[in-house]
């Protein structure tokens, strides 16, 4: 009888086990499906902000249409719509502000900082607006080592300023073929009859080396001279500084890890980890928030026309660049961009200047200018280059 006793109690112990360990499953399952990335709660607040993006937006246009109503040329003045849009958006206690850019009106809702676009013929469009970042608090600290710093990159959406996780697609001229390659052989696009376009390209963060095969692969393109092409999607960065190189590693490894970290190059200039400047020499620019960090677009892709072109911008915003994969090589009286052979030597710095802008002038080819090496270096060391 005892021993029978003993087996009852080791059965129900053994039952509990397993209970609790159904129980532990079923609870992360069910964490799961609330908190995952296509979780319950993030699909119900995505829904939620849908809904916000749509109301805010409707009301903008309502407002833009009666705005032009009052005109008798149909046209939208600042003052019309401000009547109009302290109606319909005031009368829900909601505080908005109202700006002109160039041609069109720009609407903020101060309570969600979400900003429409409104141009003259009363069409509204989402859209993010930059603003200054204020100059930072000098900090006592004259200086801290950036000897361990790490590339953070975020990627544009066209040439907005909204972020993305699906870069530029790459724009292809007439004589330009899609190529990558697999297991060692080159495939183009248009003469490999196994090409297959969705292996051209994928700007995704590095899980191997890519000496030995990385798992992020740049769009490659390769023009009727034989040359060949990488293309550079538009981005914004920041850097972060480390005061050893292991903590630098740790982070790289999973960007999560954040001991050591001694300050940032950023939209606010150089600053410490507390966001002070350890010189009252730093000008901020114009900042793109992912969260609580301050990227800021690299000027190759921004219009340094009101500027006076300092940090090497263009006259226009570009969605992205293409750069020569290799060094250029000599090619007759021309130059070409080619693996396995010398570069050209012997040549005069103007000379250079010459013969890279007489290339493809109308696709308005130019010897690479400082600014747009350091985008390729830039984005070469982030997750999406080198691991």
């Known amino acids: 009888m005892k021993r029978q006793k003993r087996s009852n109690k080791g059965i129900t112990l053994i ?4 209970t609790i360990i159904v129980l532990i499953i079923l609870a992360a399952i069910s964490i799961g499906v609330l908190t995952g990335d296509n979780g319950i709660i993030n699909q119900s607040q995505s829904a939620k902000e849908e809904t916000e993006i749509a109301q805010e937006k409707e009301t903008v246009e309502l407002s833009a249409v009666q705005a032009a109503g009052k005109d008798k040329l149909g046209n939208i003045t600042e003052d019309n719509l401000a009547k109009e849009l302290t109606t319909n958006i005031g009368e829900r206690d909601v505080d908005y502000t109202l700006n002109k850019d160039e041609e069109n009106f720009i609407v903020t809702y101060i309570d969600t900082n979400r900003s429409y676009l409104v141009d003259t013929d009363g069409n509204v469009e989402l859209t993010e607006i930059l603003f200054p970042e204020e100059k ?25 300023y909204h972020t993305t996780t699906i870069p530029n697609e790459p724009k292809m001229t007439s004589d330009m073929k899609k190529v990558y390659w697999e297991n060692g052989e080159e495939k183009v696009e248009g003469e490999s009859t196994d090409f297959d376009e969705s292996k051209w390209y994928d700007y995704i963060a590095q899980t191997s080396n890519t000496e030995t095969g990385g798992t992020s692969k740049w769009a490659n393109a390769k023009t009727s001279d034989g040359s060949y092409w990488v293309w550079i999607p538009r981005y914004a960065y920041r850097i972060v500084y480390f005061d050893t190189a292991a903590h630098r590693d740790a982070y790289r490894a999973d960007n999560t890890q954040t001991t050591g970290i001694v300050g940032y190059s950023d939209a606010r200039g150089i600053v410490d980890k507390d966001g002070k400047t350890p ?3 730093q000008e901020p620019v114009t900042s793109i928030a992912v969260g609580t960090n301050k990227l800021r677009p690299h000027p ?23 750069v020569s994969k290799y060094e250029m090589s000599q090619n007759g009286t021309t130059v070409k961009s080619t693996p396995g052979v010398n570069s050209y030597r012997s040549i005069k710095v103007g000379d250079m200047y010459t013969k890279s802008y007489e290339y493809a002038r109308e696709k308005e080819s130019h010897l690479m200018k400082n600014s747009e090496w350091g985008a390729v270096a830039y984005l070469t060391e982030s997750k999406y280059g080198r691991k």
């Open 15 to 18: 039952a509990l086990v397993v």
């Open 136 to 160: 930072p608090e000098v900090s006592t600290q004259t200086a801290f080592t950036r000897a361990y710093g790490i590339i953070e990159i975020e990627f544009l959406s066209g040439t907005s």
């Open 279 to 281: 010189s009252d020499l």
């Open 300 to 322: 190759v892709f921004e219009n340094g026309s009101s500027t006076g072109f300092t940090q090497g911008e263009w006259d226009s915003k570009l969605e992205g660049i293409w």
